[in-house]
């Protein structure tokens, strides 16, 4: 019999349609539904003028549609079957989506992955969830499941007991301490457990890659803390051994005018020659929208060993800083703020080498021990540093074709002063016996006065200070 005898084989009119496969360009496949309709109205009107001469005839033709509907169903099949190989992918809010349902190009559906992948690695099972005023979500960890543990140096092991601290002859804070937005509500993490901010899809999303996420820029570090883009105003000392650094910093909200921009009040804690072995310990509040997806202050800390290049993280978004503390999040939004010309607040910190193990431990506020940063971490500061800095930081991406207006501090000069201008007050050095100095031979450096500057004091309350800051682009800052 030949091929042509089948109605449903003939080409009348035909156009190809194209059929839209997830992983491949669109395959086009020549159908024949088209003739055949035609050709089935055709037989239709021919079986009602002689249904009863050809009623044997019809009875063989009574289902022509059917070879016709299991070739299409077959090509429908084979088309929508990659698709429905592809395994689910979860999305921000938990709830779990097929990859074609949105028809994401494959390196997207690839970064989606990733980002899935990581945080299933990093956000550890919770024993209790405690939502936040800012819409963040904070679980609370069994202490030796935290992420530090997935390091092979900590694997089975538990967090160390305290250290002796820094012994200091100063006298009491007199000025309001910040806390924590999510202790607000009275919820807090139980007796064994650490409270760790929930990290989301979108939150990885945000960074150029998964693998950058959590981590500073790579960028050329300068003795006087110059970087591409990077605009400072810090003091320093130098040009001694050095086991820790004090300090109170006053919080505010700056603004930060681009998405892939940060303002941040810090200390830096640094070893080695500043090239590729640079060694840093880092803890403060900062800005990041790229970080955090909003303009909250937040409490962070960061590490590195080669100067920002594969090693270390922000807060515990790697494996490394210990926490030991169930009543403070690192990297979530502190509260109260500072407003001007009306209340003040701090937060103080400290960083210091145990003497007995050597580990950097970091303590928040009045005796709150936040936690440590094992000393195999580091390959420099297993010893000491060799630099203390603390002040302010910006990025300066001059997106628009001029300097940012991404404030500094409270976004005011330093010659304002109190209650206007942000400040950095008892600042303090570790020595060699664990004992809190006051700095001698303190260096000043402000990258752009005009954009931000810096103003330093001492006095027999707050002892060794500053006042540093600005609002970026003005005048004199074009």
């Not at 669109?26 to 035609?38: D, E, H, R």
């Not at 980002?115 to 969830?129: D, E, Q, R």
């Amino acid at each position: 019999m030949k091929l042509d005898s089948f109605p449903w084989t003939k080409l009348e009119n035909f156009e190809p349609f194209c059929i839209l496969h997830t992983t491949r360009q669109p395959q086009c496949i020549q159908t024949v539904v088209v003739s055949a309709i035609k050709t089935t109205t055709i037989q239709r009107q021919q079986r009602h003028r002689h249904s009863k001469k050809m009623a044997a005839s019809t009875s063989l033709s009574t289902h022509p549609m059917i070879p016709i509907f299991v070739a299409f169903l077959l090509v429908f099949a084979s088309s929508v079957s990659p698709a429905l190989s592809l395994p689910a992918l979860v999305s921000d809010s938990g709830s779990r989506l097929l990859a074609n349902q949105t028809f994401r190009p494959s390196k997207e559906v690839l970064r989606l992955r990733r980002a899935n992948a990581y945080l299933k690695k990093i956000n550890k099972p919770a024993v209790k969830t405690i939502q936040s005023p800012d819409g963040d979500v904070i679980h609370c960890v069994l202490s030796h499941l935290q992420p530090a543990f997935d390091h092979p140096e900590l694997k089975g092991k538990k967090p160390l007991d305290p250290p002796e601290r820094p012994r200091s002859n100063e006298t009491r804070e007199t000025v309001a301490e910040s806390y924590q937005l999510w202790t607000d509500s009275g919820e807090s993490c139980p007796e064994g457990t650490v409270p760790i901010r929930r990290t989301t899809v979108k939150d990885v999303l945000r960074a150029s890659s998964v693998n950058r996420f959590g981590r500073k820029l790579r960028r050329h570090v300068r003795r006087d803390s110059t970087g591409s883009g990077h605009e400072h105003a810090v003091v320093f000392v130098n040009g001694d051994q050095y086991f820790g650094a004090k300090a109170s910093i006053n919080v505010w909200s700056p603004q930060v005018t681009s998405e892939y921009e940060f303002s941040l009040s810090q200390i830096w804690v640094i070893s080695g020659s500043f090239g590729n072995d640079l060694n840093t310990i880092e803890a403060g509040w900062q800005v990041s929208p790229d970080l955090y997806g909003d303009g909250y202050p937040r409490f962070f800390t960061y590490w590195t060993t080669d100067a920002y290049q594969a090693t270390g993280c922000y807060n515990l978004l790697c494996s490394g800083f210990v926490q030991t503390n169930n009543k403070i999040a690192i990297g979530a939004a502190i509260s109260p703020r500072s407003s001007y010309n009306g209340r003040q607040f701090d937060i103080g910190l400290t960083v210091w080498k145990d003497p007995k193990h050597g580990n950097w431990w970091l303590e928040y506020g009045s005796g709150l021990l936040v936690g440590y940063w094992p000393a195999f971490l580091f390959s420099h500061l297993r010893s000491h540093a060799s630099m203390v800095q603390f002040g302010g930081e910006i990025v300066n991406s001059r997106s628009a074709g001029y300097h940012t207006s991404t404030q500094m501090g409270s976004g005011h000069f330093a010659d304002e002063g109190f209650g206007k201008a942000s400040y950095f007050r008892n600042l303090q050095v570790v020595d060699w016996d664990n004992n809190l100095l006051p700095l001698t031979n303190l260096h000043l450096l402000a990258d752009h006065p005009n954009c931000y500057n810096i103003r330093q004091g001492r006095n027999n309350v707050w002892g060794t200070y500053f006042y540093y800051g600005g609002p970026g682009r003005n005048v004199r800052c074009p």
